[in-house]
């Protein structure tokens, strides 16, 4: 994608990016685009073909992450929070 394409799938997103984000995002949006292609391989079933049977587990309370592995695997974290790009119309 052109980076006025880009920055316009941003705003539609309400995403402000710098300049200097436009080719990561760019990246970003041609692996979502080819795993969508992968998707293509797969035939599509019919609603209710097979004898698939469904099969729910119990909705039970369990036990969250821990505040640390949690921030430990996003790309950016400050003050024991994760920081996320600044949507449109924020201030």
């Known amino acids: 994608m052109r980076p006025e394409e ?5 705003a539609l997103a309400r995403l402000d990016l710098d300049p ?10 041609a692996e979502i685009v ?3 292609g992968e998707l ?5 079933a019919e609603p209710g073909a097979g004898d698939v049977e ?8 369990v036990a969250g992450l821990e505040r ?3 921030l430990d ?6 003050g024991g929070f994760m ?9």
């Not at 880009?6 to 941003?10: F, G, K, S, T, V």
């Open 6 to 10: 880009l920055r316009h799938l941003a």
């Open 20 to 29: 200097d984000e436009v080719p990561a995002f760019g990246r970003q949006m």
């Open 34 to 36: 080819a795993f969508c």
């Open 40 to 44: 293509e391989h797969f035939a599509a």
């Open 54 to 61: 469904a099969v729910e587990a119990d909705d039970l309370p």
């Open 68 to 70: 640390s592995t949690v």
């Open 73 to 78: 695997n996003v790309p950016r974290h400050a």
């Open 83 to 91: 920081v996320v790009p600044r949507t449109r119309g924020e201030s």
